[in-house]
């Protein structure tokens, strides 16, 4: 059984940082492309980035770009993401996801296992 574990949230000032992070237990992590995604309420989820199976191919929502980095540590089994100039409309809850696709997806529906999430509140 796949499970994913996300951590990091918490509340943060406008301009701050948080480094979000997933540890995945169960199946074969080096075949997973992996996502990050965010829903706040009364919204869709959104993607935010994503990275390759190998962690050497990433990509991101325009509204994140320059700010976030996703990275996947095939040795520990986790994959992190790195948010720096939070912005209030940051705020939502983080979600970790994993894609048995060879290449990761926008679509968060095509993604297979999911954490549980984890909150991000920046405050203005």
């Known amino acids: 059984q796949v499970q994913l574990v996300e951590s990091g949230g918490g509340l943060v000032q406008s301009g701050g940082s948080l480094r979000l992070s997933c540890a995945v237990s169960?199946?074969?992590?080096?075949?997973?492309?992996m996502g990050w995604f965010r829903q706040a309420p009364g919204q869709e989820r959104e993607f935010v980035a994503a990275?390759?199976?190998?962690?050497?191919?990433?990509f991101y929502a325009d509204s994140v770009k320059g700010r976030f980095t996703i990275s996947k540590d095939n040795a520990k089994k986790t994959v992190a993401l790195q948010m720096n100039s939070l912005k209030p409309e940051d705020t939502a809850v983080y979600y970790c996801a994993a894609s048995r696709a060879v290449m990761p997806s926008l679509a968060y529906k095509t993604y297979d296992y999911w954490g549980r999430g984890t909150q991000v509140t920046v405050s203005s």
């Open positions: 169960g199946g074969t992590f080096t075949l997973y492309a």
């Open positions: 990275t390759s199976r190998s962690g050497g191919g990433t």
